[in-house]
C-alpha cells in the first residue's frame, strides 16, 4: 500500500484494539491496570493483535513498526492510549487523503494543553510519551524536540518553551480518558414521585437527560459544558482557533 494508507492502517488498527480491550474490561480505572491472558500481561505489552500471522501488542506497533519507518514526530498523536495523559481519539478515522490535516490538529491541540508540556521554573516538564519515541522521532532529543514543540505551539506556550533550559519527560495522567471516570450511572432512590421537574431545581428541562445509552450524569455534564459556552460567547469570551494553511498545503501529502 502507499505509505500514507500504511500509516493510517496502523493507526486504525492500534486504537481500535486499545478501545476494544478497555470496553471488554470497563469499567476500569486506568487501562494501564488491564491485562490479557493466564499470564496477566499488561494491555500495552500483551501480544493480542494478530497481523499476517505475526502477534504484536500495542506497543509493538508504535515503537517496532511506525516510530523506526515514519521520520515524523506527528506520528505520537496518531495512537490512542485511553488514558487522559495520551492524545485524544478523533472523531474520524485515518485515512490516506487525511493523515496530514488530522496529524497537524492532533499535533496542535497535545502540545497546547497541561498534557504536553509545562514549565516549571527554568525545566520544560513534557510528556512521558516523547520519551517513548526518544532518539528514534528526537536524535538531538532535547534540540529536536524543542523544535517540534516550537512548531505547533501557541505564542503563549511558545513563550514558555523559550524560558526553559532543559526539558524533562515526567507529565503523565493514567486515569482513563472517559467522561465518567469509568464510574457507572448513580443509582438514587427517591421517596417522592411525580413531582414537578420545575421543583427539583433544574432550570434546563431540555437537558439531554434521557439519552439511550447515554448515563445521566455523563449527559448531564455534557449539558453543563455546552450551556457554559453558550454563556462565554454571549459575554464574548469564547476564543476559537483558526488555522491558516499554506496554498500548496496538501493533506494528502506522503509521510516520510
Do not use: C
Amino acid at each position: 500500500m502507499p505509505r500514507n494508507r500504511q500509516l493510517a492502517y496502523w493507526f486504525n488498527l492500534h486504537n481500535v484494539a486499545v478501545i476494544e480491550q478497555i470496553a471488554q474490561a470497563y469499567p476500569v480505572k486506568q487501562p494501564s491496570r488491564i491485562t490479557i491472558g493466564p499470564d496477566a500481561v499488561p494491555m500495552d505489552q500483551a501480544k493480542f493483535i494478530t497481523v499476517g500471522g505475526r502477534k504484536l501488542s500495542p506497543r509493538d506497533i508504535r515503537t517496532q513498526i511506525v516510530y523506526p519507518n515514519w521520520q515524523d514526530p506527528r506520528v505520537i498523536y496518531g495512537f490512542f492510549r485511553g488514558e487522559i495523559g495520551g492524545p485524544s481519539i478523533l472523531n474520524e478515522a485515518f485515512a490516506a487523503d487525511n493523515i496530514n490535516a488530522l496529524l497537524d490538529e492532533a499535533a496542535y491541540d497535545f502540545v497546547n494543553s497541561l498534557r504536553g508540556a509545562e514549565k516549571r521554573g527554568q525545566i520544560l516538564h513534557v510528556s512521558t510519551l516523547y520519551a517513548e519515541a526518544g532518539t528514534t522521532l528526537f536524535p538531538n532529543f532535547q534540540n529536536d524536540l524543542r523544535a517540534h514543540l516550537l512548531a505547533y505551539s501557541t505564542e503563549r506556550v511558545r513563550r514558555e518553551i523559550e524560558g526553559t533550559r532543559s526539558i524533562q519527560p515526567s507529565i503523565w495522567e493514567a486515569d482513563i480518558s472517559d467522561l465518567a471516570g469509568a464510574e457507572k450511572d448513580p443509582e438514587l432512590s427517591y421517596v417522592a414521585f411525580n413531582l414537578d421537574p420545575r421543583d427539583w431545581g433544574f432550570n434546563h428541562l431540555d437537558a439531554p437527560l434521557d439519552i439511550p445509552g447515554v448515563p445521566r450524569n455523563v449527559a448531564r455534564l455534557v449539558q453543563e459544558r455546552n450551556d457554559k459556552f453558550q454563556r462565554m460567547i454571549r459575554k464574548g469570551d469564547f476564543q476559537g482557533r483558526v488555522i491558516v494553511l499554506p496554498q500548496d498545503y496538501d493533506p494528502g501529502a506522503e509521510i516520510q
